[in-house]
């Protein structure tokens, strides 16, 4: 019975003294990761319009079906033109008939302000985030029309899908506070500072 | 306010510089001057969901955790735990999609350990810690009731069968390997290897590519009969919490008093995680004598095969530095140069178009490459380490009176306090 006793007095005691260094190791990870890299500040996964080359990856490797990646429309920048290179079709006739349009779910929507100008908005419920529109607009406009993640569609997965395949590294995490970069916005700030 | 945050205003300052000049280059047209009044719309910028939610998400789990240990150890109630868990698939399965979770936690903690520009989020930080803290004191809790990847498979375990005890830990040593992987991948800055092969992130949000649905499916079907299949041949989580829990303070105790040795409990645990009663009885000179000369042959294999895991890990250096997408661009662009020309191949497309030699990315190449040679050795002598501690575990005898969850494979979820006959 008392060898009995002591040698649970000493499982106990080894038992102890693992717990104590698996905690400290615990709790030894946290602490040094906290004070290496954690500055409080929580992030978003964001695209920065100035590094991507459109390759319509967006469209089809977010997880969920229906990308959370929709184009922008940076109205600032625009040129209003009457042939914008992100509504129709390089060579079509500007007629607004769905075969000259650029978008392949009609999402850009064109109205007329005044001569010779012309207002283009996208349609977020349409959009999916193919950026062939970008490419137009980059190609042979101002690039008023580029791409963003949308927050109230984005699930702010751990690794963003699309991050891992975007060919030109432009998605990457941004500040919560400014979870949006969007073109216009940069010239804004120019202007105020 | 510049002299407050000065590095953030020196940010501002250059992105509008360097955005500037990009956007003269850009803008063809001037923007024009209306006269019928219009009124330019400005985009809309939906905001994401409020951080202070994610704060919130960590109180709930600690709640949960709390509740949890309460009802396996003191209160002793599956139903209790059940439900628990039910709330928990709900909450962190379906409202929260998924994500973020303990398991994929892994990975932030690794890739901040050995990338300091890396900057972990609070939350993934305490949900990667608090659960292995519960389960150095209170055992696997965290599977029970708080882990939505647990709950669902363990909701549909409808008829297990029992798996021999080789098949089980052979099976068993999968997660170690995952786990070792994973890590290597994620301190790398390679890949989340863990959240990419998620099986139910897909269900949970009723959403996702085929991959990951088909996969979900597949582990739930099977689940109907190797209770939790993911939990036990998958979840690298699952191999951390219970090295944790080997050595709890407090267990989930199958009896409230006296063992009669029933049998019913181990017939209830789907997991075969309840160990048998092991007499200690007279055992001949010749087979102890044969089971101490294992045991030092094990113990002298610890190291070899330490060695051995790591020189194997070091030298497929070459092989698992291509999930990387630099090493492997590279290698693409060096094996293959005629890709170049190749209009199709949007990778190799956007790096000539970024601008960088060829040379920068051949450096970037080789120096994650050289970070594989090392984490190789790092991986396979984990792997060779934990291969050996688990064959000499194989030998050693620990006697037993009553019928005993095996503190490390047992996930607390009560079935077996349940069907004890023992009144208390």
Known sequence: MEQEDKGKSRRNFINNGVRLTLGLAVVGTGAFTLKRSANGKDYVWQIDPFKCTQCGRCATECVKADSAVKCVHAYDLCGYCDLCGGYFKPGAKLQTGAENQLCPTAAIQRRFIEEPYFEYIIDEELCIGCAKCVKGCSAFGNGSLHLQIRHDLCLNCNQCAISVSCPSEAISRVEVDKPYMIKGDFINEEEEG | MFKRIPSFALVILLMSLLTSNLVQAQQRFPKPEFDTGYVQPSPTQPEPRAMAMEYFDVFVLFLVLSLASWLAIRKRSRRGLLWLSIFSLIYFGFYRDGCICSIGAIQNVALSIFDPTYAISITALLFFIMPLLFALFFGRVFCASACP???????????????????????????????????LLAATGSDFLICRYDPFVGIFRMDGPFLM???????????????????????PYGVLLSWMSRFSKWHLSITPSECIKCKLCKDSCPFDAIEVPVEQTYRAPEVSRKNLRRFIMYIVLIPVLTILGGWIGTKSHVFLSRVHPNVYLAELMISQPELRADEENLDIQAFLESGDTFEQLVDEATVIREKFRKGGWYLGGFIGLALGITLMNQVVFRRREDYEPHKGDCFSCGRCMDYCPVEK
């Open chain 2, 149 to 183: 990847l647990g709950a669902i498979q363990d909701l549909i375990v409808i008829n297990p069968i029992s798996i021999p005890s080789w098949v089980r830990k052979t099976l068993g040593f999968i997660p170690v390997i995952y786990l070792g992987i994973s890590v």
């Open chain 2, 213 to 235: 649905i088909f996969l979900g499916i597949t582990f739930l079907l099977l689940g109907m009969f190797y209770a939790r299949p993911y939990c036990r041949v998958f979840c």
